[in-house]
T-cell receptor, first 111, second 112 residues
Framework: RKEVEQDPGPFNVPEGATVAFNCTYSNSASQSFFWYRQDCRKEPKLLMSVYSSGNEDGRFTAQLNRASQYISLLIRDSKLSDSATYLCAVVGNTNAGKSTFGDGTTLTVKP | DADVTQTPRNRITKTGKRIMLECSQTKGHDRMYWYRQDPGLGLRLIYYSFDVKDINKGEISDGYSVSRQAQAKFSLSLESAIPNQTALYFC???????????FGPGTRLLVL
């Protein structure tokens, strides 16, 4: 089993839709969690950090569920520009400074 | 200017050749990383460094070596390139007490 797993998708949604992605992790002692966005063949860029209390930034909401060991990303009112691959990243308690990335979930928002 | 730069951006080489990919960062970060990404796959860690005197192997270090010439510079070498090293290579940096990473624009490498 991979340390970090994501549904690869693709998720194809119409503009204005709400879409959610999950990312599961196997190390129950993991400390830090992030979502990155990667446009086609470009570098990943930090989208948002994920806190125990949740984190909201405009149309994006990230949640952490420690009991079930997953993080989620919710995108409301999808825009065409949201089309990208979303990578989750997890930092364990014994490997601070080293993130394990999921393989990514691809989102396509259509007119 | 970009905070993390990589050179070259594209490279075509032949099997058996030695090549070096270079990375520089202007963010003053102490941590630097090299990843490779293959189509449809996520990022796999090759090597990472927490400071100039600290070098660590990642999950796929075989066939690669690195050098941390300065806090701001971290280079990746393929001693004898092989076709299955064809991939997109990313350098990243991190620091300041947070776990986020900042990526360079990537180097597309094709080994014939």
């Amino acid at each position: 089993r991979k340390e970090v797993e994501q549904d690869p998708g693709p998720f194809n949604v119409p503009e204005g839709a709400t879409v959610a992605f999950n990312c599961t992790y196997s190390n129950s002692a993991s400390q830090s969690f992030f979502w990155y966005r990667q446009d086609c063949r470009k570098e990943p860029k930090l989208l948002m950090s994920v806190y125990s209390s949740g984190n909201e930034d405009g149309r994006f909401t990230a949640q952490l569920n420690r009991a079930s060991q997953y993080i989620s990303l919710l995108i409301r009112d999808s825009k065409l520009s949201d089309s990208a691959t979303y990578l989750c990243a997890v930092v364990g308690n014994t490997n601070a400074g080293k993130s394990t990335f999921g393989d990514g979930t691809t989102l396509t928002v259509k007119p | 200017d970009a905070d993390v730069t990589q050179t070259p951006r594209n490279r075509i080489t032949k099997t058996g050749k030695r090549i070096m990919l270079e990375c520089s960062q202007t963010k003053g970060h102490d941590r630097m990383y090299w990843y490779r990404q293959d189509p449809g796959l996520g990022l796999r860690l090759i090597y990472y460094s927490f400071d100039v005197k600290d070098i660590n192997k990642g999950e796929i270090s075989d066939g690669y070596s690195v050098s941390r010439q300065a806090q701001a510079k971290f280079s990746l070498s393929l001693e004898s390139a092989i076709p299955n090293q064809t991939a997109l290579y990313f350098c990243a940096s991190g620091g300041g007490g947070v776990e986020t990473q900042y990526f360079g624009p990537g180097t597309r490498l094709l080994v014939l």
